[in-house]
């Protein structure tokens, strides 16, 4: 049904649409003048004593996202009707977590977003101009069909090669990366004492701040998705691995892409998935409950996990489940059978549930049963598994997953594994190596999805979520919290 339109959101649509075409590209507008418009490297993040957290939102839906026109930095687009309601949900989302400072982007429709969330919160606001969207230049203002016909070659390169996409003697996405790394040196600026602070930006920006965190050249545009209102947080704090002699910052990403409509809805954001994979963490055990080392160490599955399973396997009731792959190990079985047996209520097949040793947690050796905290930093365990081995294990689970997602179009399989594994397929999906493990966070009863537009083997993943936990309800993980100090050791949660 087509949605009803007032009088007035029919003004506002065709206010904005006669304000595009009137625009063009003259050659500079109000942002010329801060000169970072660059195409250099991003600038390394600023060096930090104590741990941060950061929470990134884009904006709502916005009247330009709603007529599939190119915004880039204007300015004409405002928030609709669903847009507002987006961020009133992230508003509830993040209703009692606490921010010490809000960094804004200048566009209205980022603003608007951004004082639905902040609410009546009297800590400071801060504007920043490189928050702003991507400059896209003479493509702003156009339909997506009106720049295919106008630009031809150039806006097939703009969809399917953007870091080398170039338009007015500008590369967008090279300039956005340097823009992004300049917008960290004022969140994370050591001088102001701030422990968490939201962000509230755009699509492109927002996929430019997490890649520029992460170490990831422009390379990976549209790969981490952003929805429209959607939460990504990141954790900072000073690198203090033993194994490192550089210092500097250490990251992690603890949630990518928490948005208000379900993330495999695949509403707002990223093309149509022609495959599409689904990794769940096991529901929580009693050592992973009071932050415990398990590994390779057997354990059922606690009251609490249980609950993590049950509130899962109906969060994917909307989703047809083709093949579950899981771990051997029992809280990993439990937890697929759980959501195996509740697939009929959603109108499908029961799916078949298919071990594999290859799917097991990392074994820790003599870690195993020991708190995490009291163990970071020493030499790996004797007898604990070498990350070589497990990561090449972790490989021959990925590419076997990757035979069955190419088994037909639309394929849905589910993996049902550890925060270890689950962190590795993350690499893998992103054709990182093992180093990289560590980026990522994964808490129990997470849920990281991966789409494959192209195909499962011929084509690249794309992550439309990591680490989502908004179904788990009353024991979800807030955004923030009162301590930063030993939160998974800002190193990821194994």
């Avoid at 090279?174 to 102001?192: C, P």
């Avoid at 809805?265 to 998935?273: I, L």
């Avoid at 397929?425 to 991966?450: K, N, Y």
Wanted: charged share 25%; hydrophobic share 35%.
């Amino acid at each position: 049904m087509a949605p009803i339109l007032t009088h007035c959101s029919v003004a506002r649509a065709h206010a904005t649409s006669r304000a595009a075409k009137e625009w063009k590209w003259r050659g500079e507008d109000e942002f010329t003048s801060l000169g970072d418009r660059q195409s250099l490297p991003p600038c390394p993040l600023p060096t930090l004593s104590t741990p941060r957290r950061v929470v990134l939102v884009r904006h709502g839906q916005s009247t330009w996202n709603a007529e599939g026109r190119i915004q880039g930095c204007s300015d004409f687009a405002k928030l609709t009707k669903k847009g507002k309601e987006q961020a009133q949900t992230s508003s509830e989302m993040l209703r009692e977590d606490r921010f010490d400072a809000l960094f804004c982007s200048p566009l209205q429709r980022a603003s608007e977003t951004a004082d639905i969330i902040w609410g009546e919160r009297e800590q400071p606001k801060h504007i920043l101009p490189s928050l702003r969207e991507v400059d896209l230049y003479s493509f702003q203002g156009l339909l997506k069909e009106e720049g295919k016909a106008a630009f031809g070659d150039e806006f097939v390169k703009w969809q399917k090669d953007a870091a080398n996409f170039c338009i007015d003697e500008h590369y967008p996405v090279r300039e956005l990366w340097y823009r992004a790394s300049l917008a960290w040196q004022d969140v994370l600026d050591e001088s102001k004492d701030y422990r968490s602070c939201l962000v509230v930006a755009h699509n492109a920006v927002n996929q430019a701040l997490l890649a520029t965190a992460l170490g990831l050249d422009p390379n990976y545009f549209r790969r981490m998705l952003q929805s429209n209102a959607a939460v990504s947080v990141l954790d900072f704090a000073a690198n203090n691995s033993a194994d490192s002699n550089e210092g500097g910052t250490r990251v992690t990403l603890d949630r990518l892409n928490q948005s208000p409509d379900p993330p495999f809805a695949g509403s707002g954001a990223g093309r149509k998935a022609r495959a599409r994979l689904v990794f769940v963490r096991h529901g929580g055990t009693d050592r992973s409950e009071d932050g415990l080392i398990a590994g390779k160490e057997d354990e059922r599955c606690n009251v609490l996990g249980r609950l993590h399973a049950v509130k899962t396997a109906e969060f994917l009731l909307d989703l047809e489940i083709d093949t579950i792959m899981s771990s051997p190990l029992y809280r990993a079985v439990e937890t697929a059978r759980e959501i195996a047996l509740l697939q009929p209520l959603g109108g499908h097949q029961t799916p078949p549930i298919l071990e594999y040793d290859e799917l097991a947690d990392l074994d820790f050796g003599d870690w195993a049963g020991r708190p995490m905290a009291t163990v970071r930093g020493q030499e790996w365990p004797e007898g604990g598994e070498s990350m070589d081995d497990f990561w090449q294990r972790t490989k021959t689970a990925w590419h076997e997953t990757l035979k069955l997602l190419d088994k037909g179009e639309g394929k849905n399989v589910l993996v049902v594994g550890h925060g270890a594994t689950h962190a590795a397929f993350v690499c893998h999906c992103l054709g990182l190596g093992p180093d990289a493990i560590s980026l990522f966070r994964i808490e129990t009863g997470g849920v990281t999805i991966m789409d494959f537009p192209d195909g499962a083997l011929k084509g690249k993943g794309v992550l439309r979520s990591i680490n989502y936990h908004s179904h788990l309800g009353r024991w979800s993980i807030p955004a923030t919290q009162e301590d930063y100090s030993d939160v998974c050791g800002i190193d990821g949660c194994f």
